[in-house]
């Protein structure tokens, strides 16, 4: 292994800025969570990408959302192969043992997993198409919804328009899983798919096939 380095300096002083103002203000409350463990209302899956600050947005308080990320906010069909899944295990935990009342999946503009992907599927990225690409063989998940906006000619409009079908995408693959399935048919839980445009500050809800996404 090599030689362990220190953590960044800038990112020691933030935290010790965080543990002498806001932990310090809320000790009473981070120590109840500690205790008693989380009960978050909901669960949202969105992507790594850094410019989506998913707490901020939502002004939601320590220990209120539980949160995935992965690359390009999107689930994998049911598919229990015995091999690691951690989408699928974030999702199983969440409706099975958090008991979550809402899933929602959260996209982007400007997406890069979405861009990959689109380059995969028109041959322009053969280093995604390799066997050994973790990220190729996570964006294939997407290709159906590549097939439904391929033939559109303007590549900004396919590009957002990939992105909101990663989140529709998703939305189905959610009901794929039989424990998801059911909590809706209970109506114990509820899907949600939103899509982000991170430079207006914008959300849009996807409202339905006809619909489509409207702004919140």
């Known amino acids: ?17 965080w543990k002498a103002t806001a932990y310090a203000e809320n000790r009473g409350w981070y120590r109840r969570l500690a205790a008693d463990g989380q009960r978050p209302r ?17 002004e939601a308080d320590t220990g209120e959302i ?9 689930v994998p069909p049911y598919d229990p192969d015995g091999d690691p899944h951690g989408t699928s295990a974030a999702v199983e935990y969440a409706v099975t043992v958090l008991r ?8 982007h503009s400007d997406c890069g997993g979405v861009r990959g992907c689109q380059e995969m599927c028109l041959g322009l990225s053969p280093q995604l198409e390799r066997p050994e690409s973790f990220v190729g063989r996570w964006l294939e998940i997407l290709r159906p919804g590549f097939d439904r ?17 990663a989140v529709i ?13 059911e ?14 445009d991170i430079g207006e500050g914008q959300l849009a809800q996807f409202m339905g096939e006809d619909a489509g996404f409207l702004p919140l």
Not at 100 to 107: D, E, F, K, P, R
Request: charged share 20%.
């Open 149 to 165: 906006v391929a033939d559109m000619p303007d590549p900004s409009a396919r590009q957002v328009a990939l992105e909101k079908e």
């Open 1 to 17: 292994m090599h030689r362990i380095r220190p953590l960044p300096g800038y990112l020691v002083q933030r935290y010790k800025g």
């Open 169 to 181: 995408v998703s939305m189905r693959n959610l009901l794929t899983f039989p424990f998801v399935a």
């Open 100 to 107: 979550v009342a809402h899933l929602i999946v959260l996209g």
């Open 42 to 58: 909901g669960m949202v899956i969105a992507c790594c990408d850094s410019r989506v600050h998913i707490s901020s947005m939502f």
């Open 183 to 196: 909590a809706v048919e209970k109506e114990d839980l509820k899907i949600h798919g939103l899509w982000h």
């Open 66 to 74: 539980f949160i995935h990320r992965n690359i390009a906010n999107l």
